[in-house]
């Protein structure tokens, strides 16, 4: 069973930053891919940022490339998403996920966290 937790979240204004942070807890948290997904209210979910378990490889949505950062620390069996320069259309709840890569593209499996709330105040 994988489970999943993670914290972070807050409310912030627009150009501020936040870092997400999600434990696993799992002893085979090296292998899995990890990625971060969020939803708005009326919005399907949607990917943000996917990481290989090797840390090489790294996946963005073309909304957050350049202002978010996604890492990982096997030791620690943690995931982080660096939010910088946020907007107000990044509110959403977050959402950490395990999964897997493609030919480079980030697929889920079906273990999600319970979500972080994040606000982003114009």
């Known amino acids: 069973q994988v489970q999943l937790r993670e914290s972070g979240g807050g409310l912030v204004q627009a150009g501020g930053t936040l870092r997400l942070d999600c434990v696993r807890s799992?002893?085979?948290?090296?292998?899995?891919?990890m990625g971060w997904f969020r939803q708005s209210p009326g919005k399907e979910r949607e990917f943000v940022a996917g990481i290989m378990w090797s840390a090489d490889i790294t996946s963005y949505a073309d909304s957050v490339k350049g202002r978010f950062t996604i890492s990982r620390d096997n030791a620690k069996k943690t995931v982080y998403l660096q939010m910088n320069s946020l907007k107000p259309e990044d509110t959403a709840v977050y959402y950490c996920?395990?999964?897997?890569?493609?030919?480079?593209?980030?697929?889920?499996?079906?273990?999600w966290g319970q979500g972080t709330q994040v606000t982003v105040s114009s």
């Open positions: 799992a002893r085979t948290f090296r292998t899995y891919a």
């Open positions: 996920n395990a999964g897997y890569f493609s030919d480079s593209t980030y697929y889920p499996y079906n273990y």
